[in-house]
Nanobody
Framework: QVQLVESGGGLVQPGGSLRLSCTAS????????MGWYRQAPGKPRELVAR?????TTTYGDSVKGRFTISRDKAKVDLQMNSLKPEDTAVYYC?????????WGQGTQVTVSP
């Protein structure tokens, strides 16, 4: 059984910052990729950032240069700077373990004046 628990969402003004955290527990093997995805109303879920245990990172085009993903074993954080209204979405933590995807419950991020 794998569980992903997220924290850190909330309401922030444009230009502000937030930090999301996710911890995986249960039968977790740290060599598998972890990351963050997001889904805005009426839109498909999209990649925000992803990292392997070896430190290889991938970012969605819309967040490059503003968001930074970091990982320590089964914990992955997402530092979000220079937030824009279009970053408003539910953010989901993801663990890709042996080609099976596990998801957190999601945390709401709202960027609004």
């Amino acid at each position: 059984q794998v569980q992903l628990v997220e924290s850190g969402g909330g309401l922030v003004q444009p230009g502000g910052s937030l930090r999301l955290s996710c911890t995986a527990s249960g039968s977790v093997f740290n060599i598998n990729p972890m990351g963050w995805y997001r889904q805005a109303p009426g839109k498909p879920r999209e990649l925000v950032a992803r990292t392997t245990s070896g430190g290889t990172t991938t970012y969605g085009d819309s967040v490059k240069g503003r968001f930074t993903i970091s990982r320590d074993k089964a914990k992955v954080d997402l530092q979000m700077n220079s937030l824009k209204p279009e970053d408003t979405a539910v953010y989901y933590c993801n663990l890709d373990q042996w080609n099976r995807n596990y998801w957190g419950q999601g945390t709401q991020v709202t960027v609004s004046p």
